[in-house]
């Protein structure tokens, strides 16, 4: 069993800056992050492999970065130029194949709210 742990989150104003950490409890080859905003499933974001190689969803190329630090098991995900269409519960999550499909994920932490406003 995998303990995902979050931090970060919170409120800003579109156009700002948030920065959004995991912590996984033991190694797992994939890190990603998911989101559910209001009335929606959940989606992919981004993801990162143990071998550096990461994904984005084209909703946020350009404006979202991933990384990871292998000695501390954590991701990290910066978002940056936000907006409204942002606004989820984002989800922190593990697993062996990665990508951004959610079925590939065993472990997910409880979730963290990002609120952009226009």
């Known amino acids: 069993q995998v303990q995902l742990v979050e931090s970060g989150g919170g409120s800003v104003q579109a156009g700002g800056s948030l920065r959004l950490s995991c912590t996984a409890s033991s190694y797992t080859y994939s890190l990603g992050w998911f989101r559910r905003a209001p009335g929606k499933e959940r989606e992919g974001v981004a993801s990162?492999?143990?071998?550096?190689?990461?994904k984005y969803a084209d909703s946020v190329k350009g404006r979202f970065t991933i990384s990871r630090d292998m000695r501390y098991k954590t991701t990290t995900l910066q978002m940056d130029s936000l907006k409204p269409d942002d606004t989820a519960v984002y989800y922190c999550?593990?697993?062996?194949?990665?990508?951004?499909?959610?079925?590939?994920?065993?472990?997910w932490g409880q979730g963290t709210q990002v609120t952009v406003s226009s």
């Open positions: 999550a593990a697993g062996t194949y990665g990508g951004l499909v959610e079925r590939h994920f065993d472990y």
């Open positions: 990162i492999d143990a071998d550096g190689s990461s």
